[in-house]
Antibody, heavy 127, light 106 residues
Framework: QVQLVQSGAEVKKPGASVKVSCKAS????????INWVRQAPGQGLEWMGW????????IHAEKFQGRVTMTRDTSISTVYMELSRLRSNDTAMYFC????????????????????WGEGTTVTVSS | DIQMTQSPSSLSASVGDRVTITCRTSQSISSYLNWYQQKPGKAPKLLIYAASSLQSGVPSRFGGSGFGTEFTLTISSLQPEDFATYYCQQTYNTPWTFGQGTKVEI
């Protein structure tokens, strides 16, 4: 079945980096972008960006500029999200999610939605 | 960034109730609006995409409507498994943004 399996929980000190992995299975890895979404404890969802496994192109939210790196290893159908210069407010659950959609020919616009999600990886930043 | 405002932030309901959640956006997003359900400790689950299209496998008691800046998620007859937090999300402009969530409680 289609699934995304993420790496395990991480505990990091402020200023360190963390790298979370997301392994895809059950579908053609190169055909779908993978998004990263995070959720601080008791808070809502925050979109971080996505990576296109076919070519490695990325787009990310401005607030993570210079701190987030998204990469992929096509040989093992895995994408990675690395967040550097960690601070306490980066403590959160990090989810990967497959981007599905289609092109709306009536409006010349792409319909996008996240239809398959990983189970989440807890990242705790604490001194 | 496009701001998303959901209302109410929480609501109490009973099994069998009709529930409506509203999502308003700070600018028009056509119909590029998705709805997700999240239960505690779990990943979000896609319910509705493109404002009104039901995701495969999602019960037909869930419905979405709206266009432009105002959208609604309706649960026609609340079931025990529907007690959760619901989020809207726009995919019109990056950064894609979510509403703050609506918690549906007993």
């Amino acid at each position: 079945q289609v699934q995304l399996v993420q790496s395990g929980a991480e505990v990091k000190k402020p200023g360190a980096s963390v790298k979370v992995s997301c392994k895809a299975s059950g579908y053609t890895f190169l055909d779908y972008h993978i998004n990263w979404v995070r959720q601080a404890p008791g808070q809502g969802l925050e979109w971080m960006g996505w990576i296109n496994p076919n070519g490695g192109g990325t787009i990310h939210a401005e607030k993570f500029q210079g701190r987030v790196t998204m990469t992929r290893d096509t040989s093992i159908s895995t994408v990675y999200m690395e967040l550097s210069r960690l601070r306490s407010n980066d403590t959160a659950m990090y989810f990967c999610a497959r981007l599905n959609g289609f092109y709306d020919t009536s409006r010349y616009f792409s319909i996008n939605y996240m239809d398959v999600w990983g189970e989440g990886t807890t990242v705790t930043v604490s001194s | 960034d496009i701001q998303m405002t959901q209302s109410p932030s929480s609501l109490s309901a009973s099994v069998g109730d009709r529930v409506t959640i509203t999502c308003r956006t700070s600018q028009s997003i056509s119909s590029y609006l998705n709805w997700y359900q999240q239960k505690p400790g779990k990943a979000p689950k896609l319910l509705i995409y493109a404002a009104s299209s039901l995701q495969s496998g999602v019960p037909s008691r869930f419905g979405g409507s709206g266009f432009g800046t105002e959208f609604t998620l309706t649960i026609s007859s609340l079931q025990p498994e529907d007690f959760a937090t619901y989020y809207c999300q726009q995919t019109y402009n990056t950064p894609w943004t979510f509403g703050q969530g609506t918690k549906v409680e007993i």
